[in-house]
């Protein structure tokens, strides 16, 4: 773990990736209805999966930003463009941290709107909508990102 930025792991389970996203597709229904989806991979896609079924929107697309290698965040780089305006659609993220993603993507759909599962405090201004807030020197970890594996016992990892 990066020690300078993060001090704390917040595992995501899948079970409660999807009720987080359910979650904010409730939150979503009274704002809605939305034609389209822009999801924002990778970590969107999930989420933006549950929320169209939920919401039972059939046109899903994507926009395709590379920003993280691991937990080093480096420059936005748009890999895939999504050409509209983003009237009566929905951006789906996992995330939003520093908001660098956010404000790029916020900047090519300026009429959509963003909704995100979670949010750390610098990012949180610039989406719309979101589920639970997390510190910001918090490394969220999704189930995606990791295995089960053994842990040793606390009493022997002194």
């Given amino acids: 773990?990066?020690?300078?930025?993060?001090?704390?792991?917040?595992?995501?389970?899948?079970?409660?990736?999807?009720?987080?996203?359910?979650?904010?597709?409730?939150?979503?229904?009274?704002?809605?209805?939305?034609?389209?989806?822009?999801?924002?991979?990778r970590g969107g896609l999930v989420p933006a999966a549950i929320v169209a079924r939920e919401l039972e929107i059939r046109l899903v697309d994507t926009v395709c930003v590379a920003s993280y290698d691991w937990q080093a965040?480096?420059?936005?780089?748009?890999?895939?463009?999504?050409?509209?305006?983003?009237?009566?659609?929905?951006?789906?993220?996992?995330?939003?941290?520093?908001?660098?993603?956010?404000?790029?993507?916020?900047?090519?759909?300026?009429?959509?709107?963003?909704?995100?599962?979670?949010?750390?405090?610098a990012g949180r201004p610039i989406v719309d909508t979101f589920i639970t807030e997390v510190s910001q020197d918090t490394w969220i970890l999704f189930p995606w990102d990791s295995e089960h594996q053994f842990v040793q016992p606390i009493v022997h990892q002194r």
Avoid: C
């Fill in 1 to 41: 773990m990066n020690t300078s930025r993060y001090k704390k792991t917040y595992p995501i389970s899948w079970e409660q990736l999807h009720r987080d996203s359910k979650a904010l597709a409730w939150r979503l229904l009274e704002l809605g209805p939305f034609e389209r989806i822009v999801a924002i991979t």
């Fill in 73 to 121: 965040q480096g420059e936005s780089v748009v890999l895939k463009r999504v050409n509209g305006k983003g009237d009566g659609w929905l951006i789906i993220d996992d995330l939003v941290d520093t908001g660098k993603t956010a404000e790029l993507v916020r900047n090519m759909l300026p009429k959509a709107h963003f909704a995100t599962v979670y949010a750390k405090p």
